[in-house]
C-alpha cells in the first residue's frame, strides 16, 4: 500500500497578538482599524484545570514532555550547522535521514511554551529557553552559507530551492512554520526576547526568499505543503507592526484553493484535508489584522463545509488523509480515518470564528472534537499519542512510541493536551462566556474576579460556579445551552432563575455578582443516536456531548505502539456486532451498568451483548462507533457472514477511489 505521509500545521496562540495596541499596527503603515473582536480567550495563566480527565491527560503530557532531552532534539539542527554534538538522534520522523526533520522541535518548543502558560512550572520555561539558545546558535553559524541571514532549519537550504523548482521535498516550508511558530509561543508565553530576535531573523529570510519569486512562480511553489506560514507571519505582523511580513503572509494565500472557496464553492473532494487547515486559519488572522473580509468569508465558508458536512460523530474528518464525497461516509469507515492533526487545527479555526460571533453552534462543535477525539488520542499508559483515530468497526487505536516515531500527530500531540485551559472561558468587556463544563479555576484580575467552576461533567449532568470578587462586579454571565441539552436550569445562591433561549444558544445571567455567590447550572443528558451521514442504517450513539463506543475484546491484537502511524491498519479485526431495530428502538435496549458513563445493551446486538464506554476510555481494546441497523431477518445470518459483506464493500470502495 502506497502512503502518501501527511504533516499538519500546530497551534498557535493568538490572544496576545491580537492584543497588541491598535496603534502599533497603525504606525507600521498597515491597516488603522483592525477588526475588533465580539469575544477573546483568557491567557492560558489565568485559567488552572482542576481535577478531572483533562487535569489527568495534561500530566501525563507533562511527564512526556520532561523525558525529551534537548540536546537530542537539537542533534539535526546542530548537525546542519555543523556544530559539534554529543547527542544521539531521535528516529521516526525527527531521524537524521527523515526530510521533515526538526518539525518536532518547533512543536516541543510551542508545547513546552503553552504547558509553562497552562502551569507555571519553571521546569518547561527552563527547556524553552534551552531551544532557543541552540536555535540562535544554530543560525548565526549558517548565517554565512545562506543566501540570506536567519535561516535556521535542520535540512539544508536547498530544501526550498527544490520547492522552487517544484521538485520532489517533504514539505520544508510547513517544517518553517513549527519552528517559527514555537519562537513566537516562546516569546508570548514565556517573555524569551532571544525567541524574537531569531525568529524576525527569520522572517527577514523568509522575506528574501519569497521577494525573488514572481507571483506565478510563488503560486506553483505553494502546491507542496506549507504549513501555517500565512498565520505565523500574520502573527508576526501583529507583534511587531512590520508591514513586510503581512505583505509575505498574504504570498502564502494559495489561490487554486481561496478563490473558489471565496465563491462559495466546495471543491475539497480528493485534497490532502490537514494541507489545506491551516491556510484557512492563516486567512482568518490576516482577516481580524486587515478587516479583509473576503478572507473571514473564505475561513467562515471551509469550517462550514468541514465541520458541518465532512466530520464524523467524533468531530474528526478524511479518510486516509483526504477529503471524500460527502454523500461516501458509508464507504469510508476505514482503519485511517480522522487524522488527529485535522482536529487540532480544526479546533483553532473555530476559535476564531467564536471570537467573531460568540455561537453555541461554534463550541457545541468544539466541544465535541475535544472529548471525542483530541481526549482520546492520548494512551493512558505513557501519555502517547494517535495519528489516525480508527472508525472502522472492530478496529482500534495505534499510539506512538516514545522515541522513534515523532509523527506530525505527536507534535500536535504535544501541544493538545497542555492547552485544555484556552478556551473554557472567553469574555468582553461586558461579559464571561462559559464554554465548556470543565473542572478549572478562572482569574481575572481586571475584573478582581475569580470563577472557580467545580464539576464532575460529563459524568456527571451539573457544574457549579463559585464566585469570588474584590468588589461587587456587574457583568453578563453567558452560559452555553449545549445542542444535546434539551434543558437547562440555572440557580444563584440556591434561587432560580428565569432564563431564556433555547438549545444551541447562551443563556445570560446579568447581575452584579459579590463575593461567595454561587451558580448552579443543570444540564439534560441523555441517550441520542447520530447515524453517520448519508445513510439511515449506520448509526453512533452517544451521551450528551460523548460518543459511545462498543467494547469489542482483545482478541487477535498485537501490541498498539508503532513507529508508523499505519503499520497497524491491515490488522484482521473479528466479527462486529450488529444491532437489531432502528435509530429509535435501539436506545430503548441500552441500560445504564452501574458506573457512570457505561451502558450495557439488552437484546439488541447478536451474537452477544456489548458494553458502551466513552470512545476516550475504550484504550488498548477493540472497538465499534458505528453500528449497522438490522431488521430482525438479517439478524438471522451469522454475524461473521455480516462483517464479510461489510468488509468486502469497503474494501471495493477503496480500490476503487485508487488510494491502495
Known amino acids: 500500500m502506497k502512503i502518501k505521509l501527511s504533516a499538519s500545521a500546530i497551534w498557535l496562540i493568538v490572544t496576545v497578538a491580537a492584543a497588541q495596541p491598535q496603534a502599533t499596527v497603525a504606525d507600521s503603515g498597515g491597516p488603522s482599524h483592525p477588526i475588533a473582536l465580539s469575544a477573546e480567550a483568557f491567557p492560558l495563566s489565568q485559567v488552572r484545570l482542576l481535577d478531572g480527565p483533562f487535569r489527568d491527560a495534561m500530566g501525563r503530557d507533562e511527564v512526556y514532555l520532561l523525558s525529551l532531552d534537548c540536546d537530542r532534539l537539537l542533534y539535526n539542527f546542530k548537525v546542519n550547522a555543523k556544530l559539534p554534538t554529543q ?38 520555561k527552563e527547556r524553552v529557553d534551552k531551544i532557543v539558545a541552540g536555535f540562535a546558535e544554530c543560525q548565526t553559524a549558517l548565517g554565512s552559507n545562506a543566501t540570506h541571514f536567519g535561516f535556521l532549519a535542520a535540512w539544508p537550504e536547498s530544501f526550498i530551492d527544490r520547492v522552487e523548482a517544484g521538485r520532489q521535498v517533504w514539505a520544508p516550508w510547513y517544517t518553517l512554520h513549527k519552528i ?7 516569546n508570548q508565553l514565556c517573555g524569551n526576547a532571544q525567541a524574537l530576535e531569531v525568529l524576525t531573523n527569520m522572517a527577514n529570510w523568509v522575506n528574501f526568499r519569497v521577494g525573488r519569486l514572481s507571483d506565478e512562480q510563488m503560486q506553483a511553489s505553494l502546491r507542496n505543503e506549507y504549513g501555517g506560514m500565512n498565520e505565523v507571519l500574520a502573527n508576526l505582523y501583529g507583534v511587531t507592526g512590520n508591514a513586510d511580513y503581512l505583505k509575505t503572509a498574504e504570498a502564502f494565500n494559495q489561490k487554486t484553493l481561496f478563490d473558489p472557496l471565496a465563491a462559495g464553492e466546495d471543491r475539497l473532494n480528493g485534497l490532502h484535508a490537514n494541507t489545506q487547515i491551516p491556510k484557512m486559519i492563516g486567512a482568518a488572522r490576516q482577516y481580524e489584522l486587515t478587516g479583509d473580509k473576503r478572507a473571514k468569508d473564505i475561513a467562515s465558508f471551509f469550517w462550514d463545509r468541514v465541520a458541518e458536512h465532512r466530520s464524523y460523530v467524533i468531530g474528526g474528518h478524511s479518510d486516509r488523509e483526504h477529503f471524500f464525497p460527502t454523500n461516501d461516509f458509508a464507504r469510508h469507515l476505514s482503519a485511517e480515518t480522522a487524522e488527529t492533526c485535522n482536529t487540532y487545527n480544526m479546533l483553532k479555526l473555530t476559535r476564531h470564528l467564536f471570537s467573531w460571533d460568540p455561537s453555541a453552534r461554534t463550541m457545541d462543535f468544539y466541544e465535541r472534537a475535544l472529548y471525542n477525539h483530541i481526549l482520546a488520542s492520548q494512551d493512558p499508559d505513557q501519555g502517547m499519542f494517535v495519528y489516525l483515530m480508527s472508525l472502522k468497526p472492530g478496529h482500534f487505536k495505534t499510539y506512538s512510541t516514545p ?22 472561558y472567553f469574555h468582553n468587556d461586558q461579559s464571561l462566556f462559559v464554554n465548556l463544563f470543565i473542572p478549572s479555576e478562572l482569574s481575572w484580575p481586571e475584573k478582581g474576579l475569580s470563577v472557580r467552576q467545580e464539576t464532575k461533567f460529563p459524568e456527571s449532568d451539573a ?15 453567558q452560559i452555553r445551552w449545549p445542542e444535546w441539552s434539551e434543558n437547562l436550569s440555572v440557580r444563584v445562591n440556591g434561587r432560580s432563575q428565569k432564563i ?3 438549545p444551541g444558544g447562551y443563556v445570560s445571567v446579568n447581575r452584579t455578582w459579590q463575593n461567595g455567590d454561587r451558580v448552579d447550572i443543570q444540564l439534560a443528558m441523555k441517550l441520542h443516536t447520530e447515524p453517520l451521514p448519508g445513510t439511515s442504517n449506520i448509526v453512533a450513539v452517544l451521551y450528551g456531548p460523548v460518543v459511545l463506543a462498543g467494547e469489542l475484546g482483545t482478541n487477535g491484537m498485537p501490541k498498539t505502539y508503532a513507529g508508523n502511524q499505519t503499520a497497524l491498519v491491515r490488522v484482521p479485526d473479528p466479527a462486529v456486532p450488529v444491532f437489531v431495530g432502528d435509530a429509535t428502538t435501539i436506545l430503548k435496549k441500552i441500560k445504564g451498568a452501574g458506573a457512570p458513563l457505561v451502558f450495557r445493551t439488552k437484546n439488541l ?22 453500528w449497522n441497523l438490522v ?26 477511489d485508487g488510494w491502495e
Open 605 to 626: 446486538s447478536p451474537p452477544g451483548e456489548v458494553t458502551l464506554v466513552p470512545l476516550y476510555r475504550a484504550n488498548h481494546e477493540r472497538y465499534t462507533v458505528y
Open 403 to 424: 522515541e522513534n516515531s515523532f509523527w506530525c500527530c505527536v507534535g500536535t500531540g504535544m501541544e493538545n493536551h497542555a492547552k485544555y485551559g484556552d478556551t473554557i
Open 631 to 656: 431488521n430482525a431477518a438479517d439478524a438471522k445470518k451469522p454475524a461473521a457472514a455480516l462483517s464479510s459483506e461489510t468488509e468486502l464493500a469497503l474494501r471495493k470502495a477503496l480500490d476503487e
Open 463 to 477: 457544574t457549579r460556579l463559585n464566585i469570588k470578587a474584590a468588589k461587587p462586579v456587574s457583568l453578563a454571565m
Open 87 to 124: 547527542a544521539r538522534p531521535y528516529g521516526g520522523w525527527e531521524a537524521p535521514s527523515g526530510e521533515l526533520r526538526g518539525h518536532s522541535v518547533g512543536h516541543y518548543l510551542s508545547a513546552c511554551s503553552l504547558m509553562y502558560a497552562s502551569t507555571g512550572d519553571a521546569r518547561f
Open 500 to 502: 431564556s433561549g433555547q
Open 180 to 186: 517559527m511558530a514555537g519562537l513566537l509561543d516562546a
